[in-house]
């Protein structure tokens, strides 16, 4: 069955680098997200990225990230300077057209030191 | 603005006994709802889904919630409660709608724990 798949799986980065979470979502799917979970807490809605823009952001989503699809698979979230409290678990989901369901990807697990 | 409580952010139950993981939610506008599972160091695996028809809905691991409109429910069961069943649970709120967003909102998860 396919699946949404997420690389790395950990990544540990210095506050103030860059960082980019990979993310591969199912071949036909058309609507991608970024979801976070800062551990202990609940899964919050970051982005969401339809026909190579960006469809709705939340507030947490400001000028540090950035999102795209650079080659038509996978699917980026970028951290510009990331700070401590980006430290999460980031989940990728994704959608096709029917909206029966978002399929999330295992995650990654940001640490910033 | 839509929203997702869930009431109990620990539930403990014995082995074979009724699993219930309550869950109301805020919309404006017809929703769509949703339980996630979530164990240990995963990612969040559907369980099942409202998406307005059968109000009751039956999903995997023999898990199934009942959409009540009246009282703004959407409250998960389990007849019979298995040590695998131990894991966190997400309840969540999208609004259908022509856009390209509908965005998932989530509760804060209750944490089931199974005692032999």
């Known amino acids: 069955e396919p699946e949404v798949t997420q690389t790395p799986s950990h990544q540990v980065t210095q506050m103030g680098q860059e960082v980019i979470l990979r993310c591969v979502p199912i071949s036909n799917h058309l609507y991608f997200y970024w979801y976070r979970q800062i551990l202990g807490q609940k899964v919050e809605f970051l982005v969401s990225?339809?026909?190579?823009?960006?469809?709705?952001k939340s507030e947490i989503f400001d000028d540090q990230f950035s999102v795209e699809r650079p080659d038509g698979s996978n699917f980026t979230l970028k951290i510009r300077s990331t700070k401590l409290e980006d430290s999460a678990m980031y989940f990728c989901?994704?959608?096709?057209?029917?909206?029966?369901?978002?399929?999330f990807g295992p995650g990654t697990r940001l640490t910033v030191l | 603005a839509q929203s997702v409580t869930q009431l109990g952010s620990h539930v403990s139950v014995s082995e074979g006994a009724l699993v219930l993981l309550r869950c109301n939610y805020s919309s404006s506008v017809p929703p769509y709802l949703f339980w996630y599972v979530q164990y240990p160091n995963q990612g969040l695996q559907l369980l099942l889904k409202?998406?307005?028809?059968?109000?009751l809905v039956k999903g995997i691991n023999g898990f199934e919630a009942e959409f009540k409109k009246s009282e703004t429910s959407f409250h998960l069961t389990k007849p019979s409660a298995h040590m695998s069943d131990a894991a966190e649970y997400f309840c969540a709120v999208s609004i259908p709608r022509g856009g390209a967003t509908n965005k998932l909102i989530f509760g804060t998860g209750t944490l089931l724990a199974v005692q032999p």
């Open positions: 989901a994704a959608r096709d057209r029917s909206y029966n369901e978002q399929f």
């Open positions: 990225f339809y026909n190579n823009e960006i469809s709705e």
């Open positions: 409202y998406t307005s028809a059968a109000t």
